[in-house]
């Protein structure tokens, strides 16, 4: 396992919907295993496939001192709203008051193609939601009031970080289709 660079704001994969897992090996296993330490490394409360230039859908969380990953997630959110700040370790040093669903249950697979039910409140709900828009495409500046979002793309551009060119992209040996 080795810690990753982190694909940041502006690399066209973190806008591109991830593509099902199918093939639950060895490569994934090592992919849990980057995301993990490169989430740890960070340090962050999750990341997701796709800010490792791996468009797969998988993610690993740390909330509470409890590290896990979902495969293949699907949500069921709560009508309950909570309001917070939120960052991404693709959008470095900056956060901004996101609102989202207070309780999630998310359904997916482990590493191993087993089933999993994840449950959570609050920052775990927060998370899950945060890195199932990863998978999907979507970044938390997506989910602004208009006004917010103008200003976090003003801090955004502003970012010394802003504009470097991407790292070199690692395809992935897995099959992104079943058609294969």
């Not at 066209?12 to 099902?20: C, F, K, Y």
């Not at 296993?29 to 998988?58: C, E, F, I, K, N």
């Not at 990953?69 to 069921?76: E, Y």
Request: some cysteine.
């Amino acid at each position: 396992m080795s810690v990753t660079p982190i694909r940041l704001f502006g690399d066209p994969v973190l806008r591109t919907p991830a593509e099902p897992v199918v093939d639950f090996d060895a490569e994934l296993r090592r992919l849990v295993g980057d995301l993990t330490d490169t989430m740890l490394d960070a340090p962050g409360a999750g990341l997701a496939a796709p800010q490792l230039g791996v468009s797969l859908r998988v993610f690993t969380y740390d909330v509470d001192d409890e590290i896990g990953h979902l495969i293949n997630p699907v949500l069921d959110l709560s009508d309950e709203m909570q309001e917070g700040d939120e960052g991404c370790l693709s959008v470095p040093d900056l956060a901004f008051n996101t609102r989202r669903s207070m309780r999630v249950v998310a359904k997916g697979m482990n590493m191993h193609g087993e089933p999993v039910v994840l449950e959570g409140s609050e920052l775990l709900a927060r998370c899950i939601q945060h890195e199932t828009d990863h998978l999907d495409g979507i970044m938390f500046v997506d989910r602004l009031d208009a006004e917010t979002r103008k200003e976090a793309m003003k801090a955004i551009r502003e970012a010394e970080w802003f504009g470097q060119p991407p790292a070199q992209v690692k395809l992935s040996p897995h099959r992104i289709s079943s058609r294969w």
